[in-house]
């Protein structure tokens, strides 16, 4: 009886085939392409879920542009599959033309030194001054 393998016991970390990846992937990339601006949050612009997600909203909605917000609560593949997507563990996380730009904690250095501004402003999502 010491003999045990765990061969038999990898149902605890939950098994996403090649196929699913695929399928959350392209789930993303179509949300990506959907608007300029993306935030994968959890709950939604009118209603954040955690005080990160809030921070996210109130340093986006400073600059009056639309965005797309993705309440990642509402599907666990893209929770876990966004955190793949982009080789960021946390949410929320903010696409500007796809591309990740960070969490909350980069908005926010980025918005206090004017860099999200001028990020924005370079896609002609805010009027340059």
């Known amino acids: 009886m010491k003999n045990h393998s765990n061969h ?3 149902t605890a970390a939950p098994v996403t085939s090649d196929a699913d990846q695929a399928e959350v992937k392209k789930k993303i990339d179509t949300l990506l392409e959907q608007t300029q601006v993306v935030l994968f949050m959890k709950g939604s612009a009118q209603s954040p879920m955690c005080g990160f997600s ?3 909203v109130t340093i986006l ?3 009056n542009i639309p965005f797309l917000d993705v309440d990642v609560l509402q599907d666990p593949s893209i929770r876990e599959g966004i955190k793949t997507y982009g080789n960021w563990p946390t949410i929320p996380q903010l696409y500007i033309q796809k591309k990740l730009v960070g969490g909350s904690d980069i908005m926010l250095e980025m918005y206090q ?3 999200l501004k001028t990020l924005l402003q370079e896609h002609n999502l805010v009027a340059k001054a």
Do not use: I, T, V
């Open 113 to 115: 030194s004017g860099e």
């Open 61 to 63: 909605k400073q600059f």
């Open 8 to 10: 038999n016991h990898q």
């Open 54 to 56: 809030a921070r996210a």
